[in-house]
C-alpha cells in the first residue's frame, strides 16, 4: 500500500477510516446522496420542548419567519441505465434555503443545488403565502463551495414582493442545551417546524467532497431529508446553523441533527458574491491520527497528528517538515512511520487528523501558523505560511 493510501489528505479535509453510523446529506424526494461516515455520537436530549419566556416561541418564530423560508427544488440531467442501456434521464432533490438579503439572496447547502456527475438543469424555489397557497420563482445559482456544502441562490425580488429577511446570529455564542428550532421541508412535507436544543459543539461534520466542516452544531430538533439547506434558529429568532446532515442507523431521524455553523457560511456567502468561488488555505501534508495507545505501540514519542508525505512546494515542505519513510502495522491498520508528529498548533493541543484539518480551514492564505513539531524525540516549533489550496487537493 502506498503512502497516499495509507494516509489522509490535509487539503482541507479528511476521509474517516471507520464508518460507524451512516451520516446521510438530507435531500429530499430523490435522494442523491448518502454516505457512510464517522460520527461522534452526542446526548441530543430528544423530545420536544417549549421555548421560555425569556424568548421567542416556535409559534412566534414560525409566524414572523416562515415566509422568509424557501423550499428548494433542484432538476439534474444525468446518465441512467435502462433496458437498453445508458440514456438520459432527469431526477430532482428537494431542500430547504432561506432569505438573507432583501435583494434576493438565499442561502441552501451545496449538495441541494450539485451533484458530481450530473447536469443542473434549473433550481427554483417556493415561498410560503397565506394559509396553503405558495409563490415558486426561478433561482440562479450564484456560487456553490463543496467544501463548506454551502450555496448561495439568488432571486429577482419583484417576484416574489416584500421579502422577509431571516436574521443572522453568532454561530461563535452558542451553547449546549440553547433551545432552538428548525423550518424544512421533511421528506417533502413542506415548511415543517420542529423544536430541539443544542445537543453538543465543535462537532467535525464531512462535507460532500470529503474536507471537514469544522465547529458544527450538533441538535436533536428532528431533521430528515428535505430539512438540508433550512435554518437553525435560536429563541432570539436568529438563524445560527444551516441544517445539513443527520446520523442514523436507520435512515431516519434520531436526534443526531448536524447544522453548518454560521460563521462559516457567512464567510463563504460572502467571497461567492464577490468572486463566485471560495480561497482554502493550503498546509500541503498526508497525515494520521496518533493516539498514545499507537504511539506507543510504535515507539513514537508524541501524540496528534503523524506526518506521513509532505506534497513538494507546499507551505509545509518550505517550513522543513518532514514526512515518513516506510510503512508499519498496528492491530492490521497501516501507519507510515520515520516523519514528524504535529502535537500543536498555535499553541493548541492537536488531537487528531480531522482536529488539524479543522483548525487549518478557520485560516486564510497568507496566513501564518505555528506548529508544534516532535522530531526524534525532540520537540521544536515552526513557523508555516499557508498558501492557497490547489484545486487538484
Partial sequence: MSVRTAAATIGLGVVAAVATMAVMLGTGL????????????????????????????????????????????TTFAGPALGPWGLSESSQQALGTGFVVSKDGYILTNAHVVSQEGLKRDGVTVTFKDEGSSTTEVDAKVVGVDDSSDVALLKID???????????????????????????????????????????????????????????????????????????????????????????????????????????????VMEQLKSDGEVKYAWLGISGQTLTQDVASALGIEGEGVLVAEVADGSPADKAGLRGGSKQTFVQGQPYVVGGDVITAIDGQEVTSMEELAGTIATHDPGDKVKLTVVRDGKTMEMTVTLSEKPSSS
Fill in 157 to 267: 425580488p419583484s417576484d416574489v414582493g416584500d421579502l422577509t429577511v431571516l436574521p443572522l446570529g453568532d454561530s461563535d455564542t452558542v451553547k449546549v442545551g440553547e433551545q432552538v428550532v428548525a423550518i424544512g421541508n421533511p421528506l417533502g412535507y413542506d415548511f415543517s417546524l420542529t423544536t430541539g436544543v443544542v445537543s453538543a459543539l465543535d462537532r467535525e461534520l464531512q462535507s460532500p467532497n470529503g474536507s471537514i466542516i469544522p465547529d458544527g452544531i450538533q441538535t436533536d430538533a428532528a431533521i430528515n431529508s428535505g430539512n438540508s439547506g433550512g435554518p437553525l434558529i435560536n429563541t432570539r429568532g436568529q438563524v445560527i446553523g444551516i441544517n445539513e446532515q443527520i446520523a442514523s442507523q436507520s435512515g431516519g431521524n434520531q436526534g443526531l441533527g448536524f447544522a453548518v455553523p454560521i460563521n462559516t457560511a457567512i464567510k
Fill in 30 to 73: 430523490v435522494p442523491v446522496k448518502t454516505e457512510t461516515r464517522t460520527v461522534i455520537e452526542g446526548a441530543g436530549a430528544g423530545g420536544t420542548v417549549a421555548m421560555t419566556s425569556t424568548g421567542l416561541t416556535p409559534t412566534q418564530i414560525y409566524d414572523k419567519y416562515a415566509r422568509g423560508v424557501v423550499e428548494v427544488v
